[in-house]
């Protein structure tokens, strides 16, 4: 991952966002788990074990993340990310199709599912 980072200031330097997108893509792409899921706890996305671990690995990953804020200095993501089935679903199916110019894509769902749980901490909204 440090190879590929997609980011120019590198990985250090990388939002918790950019770097569990990162991370979400790369193992969605590297597809490491070839056992399908029970299709009683997940139904018609059994086969999709990869990208719903990689969601699920990412979601841990970014309760209790710190952002630093030039302004405001470090913040704590303090609410985990909470999505309806529905959501989930459609996230899950998205994610099958992941490339690597999608990281920033990704990385902004993840931003903007943590910031809409934490909006004392999201940046000013102005647009």
């Not at 979400?24 to 086969?47: C, E, Y």
């Not at 993340?65 to 996230?91: F, M, N, Q």
Request: charged share 25%; hydrophobic share 45%; glycine share 4%.
């Amino acid at each position: 991952m440090y190879r590929d980072f997609p980011f120019q200031m590198g990985i250090e330097e990388a939002s918790p966002f950019k770097k569990v997108a990162a991370f979400t893509v790369n193992f969605v792409k590297q597809r490491p788990i070839m056992s399908h899921l029970p299709h009683s706890r997940v139904g018609d996305l059994a086969d999709h074990q990869n990208e719903i671990l990689a969601f699920d690995v990412s979601r841990d990953a970014l309760f209790g993340a710190k952002i630093t804020c030039p302004r405001r200095g470090e913040l704590v993501l303090e609410k985990r990310i909470i999505i309806s089935l529905h959501y989930w679903r459609d996230l899950i199916a998205a994610l099958s199709t992941v490339t690597d110019g999608d990281v920033n894509h990704v990385a902004l769902i993840y931003e903007a599912l943590v910031y809409n749980l934490n909006p004392n901490i999201s940046y000013e909204r102005v647009i």
